[in-house]
């Protein structure tokens, strides 16, 4: 006969994961977003400031730098690499926040017995402090202080 504990912890414990996992792809994809704006608004600065100098005064120069300036503007390369790095800056950084917590969810998920249960309890316990901590404001600074 099954008891409810094993399931209720196996529940909790993928109910942390999920949330830690949904929590990091939306943060991730914002910072991909911010650093992909950012890299590119610095890439642009770049190419304009550049086509915005002359060495000399050549008309075939100044067209060449116009050209070769309108190609770099079509680079797609400095926009991905500023996605990555942003999803990835983004990603770490909602992981490390949520480390308590998502250890807990494996420790549920991942063992049985006891440390299933404690695991879970972690799990719950984390969420009774976020809930306390962002949604009443326990122990948290007032940015008026």
Same mark, same amino acid.
């Given at each position: ?24 792809? &939306? ?29 000399? !005064? ?15 503007? &079509? ?11 942003? *999803?990835?800056? *983004? ?7 949520? !480390? ?21 309890? *972690? ?11 962002? *949604? ?10």
């Amino acid at each position: 006969m099954v008891t409810i504990a094993p399931i209720l912890c196996k529940t909790i414990g993928a109910a942390g994961i999920g949330a830690a996992l949904y929590d990091t792809a &939306k943060v991730s994809k914002h910072f991909a977003k911010a650093g992909k704006e950012e890299a590119t608004a610095e890439y642009y600065q770049k190419v304009y400031s550049s086509t915005r100098t002359l060495d000399n !005064l050549s008309y075939v120069s100044n067209a060449i730098q116009r050209k070769s300036a309108d190609l770099r503007e &079509k680079n797609p390369l400095p926009t991905l690499w500023g996605s990555i790095k942003g *999803g990835t800056r *983004g990603a770490l950084y909602t992981l490390c926040n949520w !480390l308590p917590a998502a250890g807990c969810a494996s420790l549920a998920l991942l063992t049985k017995g006891f440390l299933s249960k404690l695991g879970a309890a *972690g799990v719950v316990l984390c969420t009774i402090f976020n809930i306390a901590h962002n *949604g009443f404001g326990v122990a948290k600074n007032s940015p008026m202080d």
